[in-house]
C-alpha cells in the first residue's frame, strides 16, 4: 500500500499532540501530567521491534515523564527539549548512519514541519492542523494520544511484511 514504509529503518515520533493528546495538566507544585496511550505503548514496544524499526522520540519539552514512558517501551533514541527539530533529525540521522529517507516521522504540529521535509514518510494524527495535513504522506485516523502512533506502526509492520 504505502511502498516508502519498506525502506523506513526509524520511526520518529513527538510526543505532545502525538504519543499524548497534547493536554498537559500541572499540579499547584508544577508537576506537568501527561496521558499516553495504551494501544501507541503496545505498538512501539511489541510491534515495531519485529519490523527491525528503531523507534526515537523528538520534542520541544524537557520531561522526566517522557524519560520514564520511553525507557518503559524500551525506546533508547530521546532527543528533548529540541529547538531546531530541521537540524536535530539531520545529526540524528548522521548520528545513527541512516539516510533521511529511511526515516519516518509523525507528528502534529508546524513545530514538527521541518524535520518532515526531508524525511522518506511522514504522518499526523487526525486532529492535526490542515496545513500539517496538506503535507503528510498519511493522515492518521485516530486522533493524537489516542492510538495515531499505532495506526501508523500497523502500516509499518504491513508493509514490511509485503
Not at 514541519?113 to 496538506?134: E, L, S, V, Y
Request: glycine share 12%.
Amino acid at each position: 500500500m504505502y511502498t516508502k514504509l519498506k525502506n523506513i529503518k526509524a520511526l520518529f515520533m513527538d510526543v505532545d499532540g502525538t504519543l499524548t493528546d497534547g493536554h498537559i495538566y500541572m499540579s499547584d507544585s508544577g508537576e506537568a501530567f501527561k496521558a499516553f496511550h495504551a494501544h501507541d505503548g503496545y505498538g512501539i514496544k511489541n510491534i515495531l521491534p519485529k519490523t527491525g524499526v528503531l523507534p526515537a522520540i523528538m520534542t520541544g519539552r524537557q520531561s522526566k515523564l517522557v524519560e520514564r514512558r520511553a525507557g518503559e517501551l524500551s525506546i533508547g533514541i530521546i532527543y528533548q527539549g529540541v529547538n531546531n527539530k530541521e537540524e536535530r533529525i539531520v545529526e540524528a540521522a548522521n548520528e545513527l548512519g541512516i539516510k533521511l529517507e529511511e526515516i519516518a516521522y509523525i507528528g502534529d504540529d508546524f513545530n514538527d514541519f521541518g524535520a518532515m521535509k526531508g524525511c522518506g514518510f511522514t504522518a499526523c494524527p487526525a486532529d492535526a492542523p490542515d496545513g500539517i495535513k496538506a503535507f503528510v504522506d498519511y493522515v492518521c485516523k485516530k486522533d493524537g494520544g489516542r492510538g495515531a502512533v499505532r495506526e501508523l506502526i500497523d502500516l509499518i509492520a504491513e508493509a514490511k511484511s509485503e
